[in-house]
């Protein structure tokens, strides 16, 4: 289903055992969309990383049953979601940062700038 498992089987046919695929970013932090629908401020969304959290369970358990159904397949899912959104909300964690967005044309921009 979300991983479009078939994908995946038509893959493991053609003799694929070994196959990553990355979870969703957080979707509610990326800066469009704190632009867009964050009401004024620079706080991430929630109720968007809500969806790719929601989606991103749904990708484990999807690869999950894969993985029982296909014997010898290695799927691994490399969760990038939890590491970026500690970066942006919690950017003391990592040394000092700022944080800042900016406008380069039409695209916003997010920098962490170490202090």
């Given at each position: 289903?979300?991983?479009?498992?078939?994908?995946?089987?038509?893959?493991?046919?053609?003799?694929?055992?070994?196959?990553?695929?990355?979870?969703?970013?957080?979707?509610?932090?990326?800066?469009?969309?704190?632009?867009?629908?964050?009401?004024?401020?620079?706080?991430?969304v929630p109720k968007l990383n809500k969806v790719?959290?929601?989606?991103?369970?749904?990708?484990?358990?999807?690869?999950?049953?894969?993985?029982?159904?296909?014997?010898?397949?290695?799927?691994?899912?490399?969760?990038?979601?939890?590491?970026?959104?500690?970066?942006?909300?919690?950017?003391?964690?990592?040394?000092?940062?700022?944080?800042?967005?900016?406008?380069?044309?039409?695209?916003?921009?997010?920098?962490?700038?170490?202090?």
């Open positions: 289903m979300l991983l479009k498992s078939n994908y995946v089987q038509d893959l493991y046919k053609l003799g694929a055992r070994k196959i990553g695929v990355t979870s969703l970013p957080p979707l509610g932090c990326l800066p469009a969309t704190v632009t867009i629908f964050g009401s004024d401020s620079n706080e991430c790719a959290v929601s989606f991103n369970n749904k990708l484990n358990s999807t690869s999950q049953s894969l993985v029982n159904k296909l014997s010898g397949l290695n799927l691994l899912v490399f969760d990038i979601y939890q590491p970026l959104y500690d970066l942006v909300t919690k950017p003391a964690d990592f040394g000092k940062y700022k944080i800042i967005y900016y406008w380069l044309g039409s695209a916003q921009i997010l920098l962490l700038i170490k202090k």
